[in-house]
């Protein structure tokens, strides 16, 4: 009995603590939307930085934190936070809409590169795109080749039985079946982009380096808000890559990690 009570006095204790834990980092966000609507932006960031220490995944933390940095002026921070709330979150409307504003009024001024394929691909139909969309498409498109199928097979056999004209090609199963294959495809392309590492460039500019350290030899500069590939991890360095461009090293300090 003893061990019983002991038992519900601990998960008591531990449902309170994360009730708290819950209330203390929702209390930071109201604190900072507060904030934010009365343009103490300093004072926003850091409560909406606090809720985030206590809500790490929270995308709509992230959004309102990445709105706050851009009203200061930290527009690559900006940047790399709204790609992390739409890394958790792609649904997100207002983390969508802001991204699309910064970039737009205020581009990137990129270095010269040539994207290959998959990156082209990921741009246009992987990234604007969530998940659960190609799922509930792939899905919808095996059902209606499976079924429209199954209807022709049938046709097709009461013709010979009858030994009438056999129907047509079947253009309608064939058509949904390619867009079978075509949806899945890019559901395993979407799962496969989830395991490559990436971040954002989070200062103004920053030299990509042949090698980690301090005074190596400078392959180019990268500006703040693009995004790169992480490769490895080296104490206060990473090895990154700027896809269809370079491969070289970087303070970790000046990058955001996407995931």
């Known amino acids: 009995m003893s061990k019983s ?42 409560l909406f930085q606090k809720s985030l220490d206590q809500d790490p995944h929270n995308a709509t933390v ?32 207002t983390a969508q809409a802001t991204l699309h504003f910064i970039l737009s ?18 741009g246009q139909l992987l990234q604007p795109i969530p998940l659960p969309a190609y799922l509930v498409l792939s899905a919808l498109a095996f059902l209606c080749a499976g079924w429209t199928l199954i209807s022709y097979v049938g046709r097709r056999k009461k013709a010979l039985d009858e ?16 867009m079978c294959v075509v949806f899945s495809g890019l559901v395993l392309l979407k799962l496969y982009d989830s395991t490559i590492l990436r971040g954002t460039i989070v200062t103004d500019t920053v030299s990509l380096q042949t090698a980690p350290g301090e005074n190596q030899v400078a392959i180019m500069e990268l500006p703040g808000g693009v995004e790169v590939q ?10 990154v890559t700027y896809p269809g461009s370079a491969t070289g090293w970087i303070k970790k300090s000046s990058v955001l990690m996407t995931r």
């Open 105 to 122: 009024e205020h581009p990137i001024r990129e270095v010269p590169r040539t994207l290959n394929t998959y990156e082209t691909l990921r």
């Open 5 to 46: 009570k002991s038992l519900c006095v601990f998960v008591i204790l531990i449902l309170a603590y994360f009730g708290a834990f819950a209330q203390s980092s929702t209390e930071f966000f109201i604190q900072g939307t507060q904030a934010y609507l009365s343009k103490d932006y300093k004072k926003a960031q850091e």
């Open 163 to 178: 030994e009438r004209a056999l129907p047509a090609f079947p253009l309608v199963p064939t058509l949904l079946a390619v």
């Open 230 to 239: 992480i490769r490895a991890d080296q104490g206060d360095w990473v090895q």
């Open 62 to 93: 992230l959004t309102n934190l990445a709105l706050t940095e851009f009203q200061l002026g930290q527009r690559p921070l900006a940047i790399g936070l709204l790609r992390k709330a739409l890394n958790l979150d792609p649904e997100v409307s």
